[in-house]
């Protein structure tokens, strides 16, 4: 859908912001909620969160816009380095744009992302989320990697193909309405038939 890098960095930017708030409730209430109640003895887990002094971030807690800040540089900065760009391209080595359907192209496209996305960002939460004050040790970091691919690939997979990407696209047309009409009415329009005398 986008057709230059401008579009390609809007399109990017809508998708980590869905994204970004999605993973950090999903990380803080789904995966992590029941344990924090527990630990604090808080009824809720915004209340647990509260009682701790925030999410630790490299051993150090920080508030919940704070996380969601910097998940979302990180998250920005990858997708427009690594996600956008090879998701693209391995699409393209299985199907050909001009070929296949549009739909069936996209799926290939938000799969790739995912497959691409899912595995870099748990790398990154590993580190970030990482129990400093026990010490470092690299297989617990490996082993904290796996474990959130584990949590994350379902959930990256069925929220982007069936929920955020299809938000995304339905956001983006309603911005660029005025290029994508005036790109479909060059698209339909009939070819000038040169006439030879």
């Given at each position: 859908?986008?057709?230059?890098?401008?579009?390609?960095?809007?399109?990017?930017?809508?998708?980590?912001?869905?994204?970004?708030?999605?993973?950090?409730?999903?990380?803080?209430?789904?995966?992590h909620g029941n344990m924090f109640m527990q630990l604090t003895g808080e009824d809720s887990v915004?209340?647990?969160?509260?009682?701790?002094?925030?999410?630790?971030?490299?051993?150090?807690?920080?508030?919940?816009?704070?996380?969601?800040?910097?998940?979302?540089?990180?998250?920005?900065?990858?997708?427009?380095?690594?996600?956008?760009?090879?998701?693209?391209?391995?699409?393209?080595?299985?199907?050909?744009?001009?070929?296949?359907?549009?739909?069936?192209?996209?799926?290939?496209?938000?799969?790739?992302?995912?497959?691409?996305?899912?595995?870099?960002?748990?790398?990154?939460?590993?580190?970030?989320?990482?129990?400093?004050?026990?010490?470092?040790?690299?297989?617990?970091?490996?082993?904290?990697?796996?474990?959130?691919?584990?949590?994350?690939?379902?959930?990256?997979?069925?929220?982007?193909?069936?929920?955020?990407?299809?938000?995304?696209?339905?956001?983006?047309?309603?911005?660029?309405?005025?290029?994508?009409?005036?790109?479909?009415?060059?698209?339909?329009?009939?070819?000038?038939?040169?006439?030879?005398?």
């Amino acid at each position: 859908m986008p057709r230059n890098q401008f579009q390609r960095m809007v399109f990017a930017l809508i998708t980590v912001v869905i994204t970004v708030h999605a993973y950090v409730f999903f990380s803080l209430y789904v995966i992590h909620g029941n344990m924090f109640m527990q630990l604090t003895g808080e009824d809720s887990v915004l209340a647990a969160i509260s009682k701790m002094g925030g999410i630790y971030v490299f051993g150090t807690p920080v508030p919940i816009w704070a996380v969601v800040i910097i998940e979302f540089i990180l998250a920005y900065f990858l997708e427009n380095i690594l996600g956008s760009p090879l998701s693209f391209r391995l699409a393209c080595k299985n199907f050909n744009p001009k070929e296949t359907h549009p739909v069936l192209f996209e799926t290939a496209i938000i799969c790739a992302t995912v497959g691409i996305m899912c595995p870099v960002m748990s790398f990154v939460a590993a580190f970030l989320y990482y129990n400093y004050q026990a010490g470092f040790n690299m297989w617990s970091i490996l082993a904290q990697w796996l474990k959130l691919m584990c949590y994350n690939f379902p959930f990256a997979f069925f929220t982007q193909l069936f929920f955020i990407q299809p938000t995304v696209r339905f956001m983006f047309k309603l911005i660029f309405a005025k290029d994508i009409n005036a790109r479909k009415t060059v698209e339909c329009a009939p070819e000038k038939q040169s006439v030879t005398v």
